[in-house]
């Protein structure tokens, strides 16, 4: 919705989108880890999905481009740490 300037509905798209993609890398992550996943083992992953996440898509999204790196990093972390410490 690259025009929408309301807030309302950029964020009834945003959070099923969101949600989805969340979904999604916990459950790759959880099947990565399995067997061995820890607290740290997530965190690591959760790095990794930031640089794909941020840094494949990111030139060709200005959105994406705007934001800044070292949050979305610690974000992308802390859920990797979470998912590694709830598949442990």
Do not use: N, T, Y
């Amino acid at each position: 919705m690259p025009r929408e300037r309301r807030l309302l509905p950029l964020v009834v798209v945003a959070v099923p989108v969101h949600f989805a993609v969340s979904l999604w890398w916990g459950f790759v992550l959880s099947r990565v880890l399995r067997g061995r996943a820890s607290v740290g083992r997530g965190a690591l992953g959760g790095v990794v999905i930031a640089v794909v996440d941020l840094r494949l898509p990111g030139p060709r999204f200005a959105p994406v481009r705007r934001l800044a790196f070292g949050p979305q990093v610690a974000d992308h972390l802390v859920f990797g740490a979470v998912v590694g410490g709830m598949v442990r």
